[in-house]
């Protein structure tokens, strides 16, 4: 847009800000704004507005609707223009009973929201449709709104083209942190240690391309980088990077660097230490609903030891599980020992499935895979080590990290590291009886 284009956009934001203000400055903003960031137009004159102390609720257009920018997680009924960015269906238990409810993301000119589905008979959204909707309610979550269509909610598909902002909401920030990080994210301004960086050479549509991959870390998580243009990253750096955006791969959010992508260098250390930090806690429901993670930390109580668990046996080729001694590619073939735990732990908000692979197993168990093996065969019964450890795990409370990626069936955690979380209780309650009965 240029400065003639721009000019009554000028005049509007400069009336709700009273004529005080300065017309040069409010031009400045508008054209940094739109031409530099690449905001919407509706994003960047709410923001200025918030930024030079209006209030963006005096900005013209939208009588009875509310953006949602507007939204504070108290109405009762709201009614909104936004545009379906993610549907995903998911069935919840509900007073004993089970019920199928669509939760995902919707975002208009001024933000991004959660929303959920409750009647999915009535109500069905299409991902990328632009849809009208009616007698919405909201709540608040975790300091953020929540858009709930109920049984009252109508919807209805709009011809309307929505120019989508598609960021979070909040304080005219729009930084957000790796573990926010979630596939359809466009406009992502965020902070981060870069490391592991590397060189590659793909082939996109028949053509050569090279593009520098790479892991960004902060205090939340890490998450991996592909920079498709030239690279202003080096090894180490503190960053800031403003307009990348997230598209997932193999089912884990990735955050890209495309033309419009830009690199602050911050100064070394002003992130803290960015290395020794292990990611917070999130809950599962957070994990899911942003489609995975490179590097998540959850704690749940272990509800489920799955089929597949215990003593198990790989092709000695390619690695895969034997069936009856059987692999699916190579035929019969005389297996490899194994051992690992599918499990599945559940914190309250959700639950994920978590495959925990030989090391993690034989320190979860305290047994090693050779005693395993003694172990099976001499009770010759193959479900051994499977019993055990349900005995051992299943009630009790594990904190795990690990890579979560999703498919058809959900999202799955590979564990990297596990440990019990109710250890010290449990441990100690078990060392005084054992004193008490003067054993061992
Ligand atoms: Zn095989």
Same mark, same amino acid.
């Given at each position: 847009?240029?400065?003639?284009?721009?000019?009554?956009?000028?005049?509007?934001?400069?009336?709700?800000?009273?004529?005080?203000?300065?017309?040069?400055?409010?031009? =400045?903003?508008?054209?940094?704004?739109?031409?530099?960031?690449?905001?919407?137009?509706?994003?960047?004159?709410?923001?200025?507005?918030?930024? #030079?102390? $209006?209030?963006?609720?005096?900005?013209?257009?939208?009588?009875?609707?509310?953006?949602?920018?507007?939204?504070?997680?108290?109405?009762? !009924?709201?009614?909104?223009?936004?545009?379906?960015?993610?549907?995903?269906?998911?069935?919840?238990?509900? $007073?004993?009973?089970?019920?199928?409810?669509? @939760?995902?993301? #919707?975002?208009?000119?001024?933000?991004?929201?959660? @929303?959920?589905?409750?009647?999915?008979?009535?109500?069905?959204?299409?991902?990328?449709?632009?849809?009208?909707?009616?007698?919405?309610?909201?709540?608040?979550?975790?300091?953020?709104?929540?858009?709930?269509?109920?049984?009252?909610?109508?919807?209805?598909?709009?011809?309307?083209?929505?120019?989508?902002?598609?960021?979070?909401?909040?304080?005219?920030?729009?930084?957000?942190?790796?573990?926010?990080?979630?596939?359809?994210?466009?406009?992502?301004?965020?902070?981060? =240690?870069?490391?592991?960086?590397?060189?590659?050479?793909?082939?996109?549509?028949?053509?050569?391309?090279?593009?520098?991959?790479?892991?960004?870390?902060?205090?939340?998580?890490?998450?991996?980088?592909?920079?498709?243009?030239?690279?202003?990253?080096?090894?180490?750096?503190?960053? *800031?990077?403003?307009?990348?955006?997230?598209?997932?791969?193999?089912?884990?959010?990735?955050?890209?660097?495309?033309?419009?992508?830009?690199?602050?260098?911050?100064?070394?250390? !002003?992130? $803290?230490?960015?290395?020794?930090?292990?990611?917070?806690?999130?809950?599962?429901?957070?994990?899911?609903?942003?489609?995975?993670?490179?590097?998540?930390?959850?704690?749940?109580?272990? +509800?489920? +030891?799955?089929?597949?668990?215990?003593?198990?046996?790989?092709?000695?080729?390619?690695?895969?599980?034997?069936?009856?001694?059987?692999?699916?590619?190579?035929?019969?073939?005389?297996?490899?020992?194994?051992?690992?735990?599918?499990?599945?732990?559940?914190?309250?908000?959700?639950?994920?499935?978590?495959? &925990?692979?030989?090391?993690?197993?034989?320190?979860?168990?305290?047994?090693?895979l050779d005693e395993a093996v003694k172990l099976t065969m001499?009770?010759?019964?193959?479900?051994?080590? *499977?019993?055990?450890?349900?005995? =051992?795990? &299943?009630? *009790?409370?594990?904190?795990?990290?690990?890579?979560?990626?999703?498919?058809? @069936? $959900?999202?799955?955690?590979?564990?990297?590291?596990?440990? &019990?979380?109710?250890?010290? +209780?449990?441990?100690?309650?078990?060392?005084?009886?054992?004193?008490?009965?003067? &054993?061992?």
């Amino acid at each position: 847009m240029d400065r003639e284009e721009l000019a009554p956009h000028v005049e509007e934001l400069a009336r709700v800000l009273g004529d005080k203000v300065d017309k040069e400055r409010i031009l =400045k903003e508008l054209d940094t704004y739109l031409n530099h960031y690449r905001v919407t137009l509706e994003w960047a004159k709410r923001n200025i507005v918030k930024k #030079m102390g $209006g209030d963006p609720c005096d900005l013209p257009g939208g009588e009875g609707r509310k953006t949602v920018a507007d939204l504070t997680g108290s109405e009762q !009924s709201v009614d909104l223009l936004v545009k379906v960015l993610t549907v995903n269906p998911k069935t919840i238990e509900v $007073g004993g009973a089970q019920k199928n409810i669509v @939760y995902g993301y #919707m975002a208009d000119g001024t933000g991004r929201v959660q @929303y959920t589905v409750w009647e999915t008979e009535s109500v069905q959204l299409q991902e990328g449709s632009t849809v009208l909707i009616r007698n919405a309610y909201t709540k608040e979550y975790k300091g953020s709104p929540q858009l709930n269509l109920g049984n009252r909610a109508l919807v209805e598909v709009s011809e309307e083209e929505l120019e989508v902002a598609d960021m979070p909401v909040g304080g005219g920030s729009v930084e957000v942190k790796v573990s926010e990080l979630a596939d359809g994210m466009n406009y992502v301004v965020i902070c981060g =240690k870069v490391t592991k960086l590397e060189e590659r050479e793909i082939t996109a549509s028949g053509e050569k391309k090279n593009i520098v991959t790479g892991t960004l870390t902060d205090g939340t998580g890490s998450v991996e980088l592909t920079v498709w243009g030239d690279s202003q990253l080096h090894e180490g750096d503190e960053v *800031r990077i403003v307009g990348a955006y997230v598209k997932s791969w193999r089912g884990i959010p990735k955050l890209n660097l495309g033309d419009r992508a830009e690199v602050q260098v911050l100064e070394k250390g !002003s992130l $803290g230490d960015v290395d020794s930090v292990s990611p917070k806690v999130r809950t599962m429901e957070d994990v899911e609903m942003v489609g995975g993670a490179m590097d998540a930390l959850v704690r749940g109580t272990l +509800v489920d +030891v799955r089929d597949g668990s215990g003593l198990i046996k790989r092709c000695p080729d390619c690695r895969r599980v034997l069936q009856k001694g059987t692999c699916r590619v190579h035929g019969k073939v005389k297996g490899v020992d194994d051992l690992r735990i599918k499990a599945i732990l559940d914190d309250g908000s959700s639950s994920l499935n978590v495959v &925990f692979g030989k090391e993690l197993t034989e320190e979860l168990l305290g047994l090693s895979l050779d005693e395993a093996v003694k172990l099976t065969m001499e009770e010759r019964n193959p479900d051994l080590v *499977r019993e055990m450890a349900e005995e =051992k795990l &299943f009630a *009790r409370t594990l904190e795990v990290r690990g890579m979560v990626r999703s498919d058809d @069936y $959900g999202p799955m955690m590979i564990a990297r590291e596990a440990r &019990f979380h109710d250890m010290d +209780v449990r441990e100690e309650g078990a060392k005084l009886l054992t004193d008490m009965e003067g &054993f061992h």
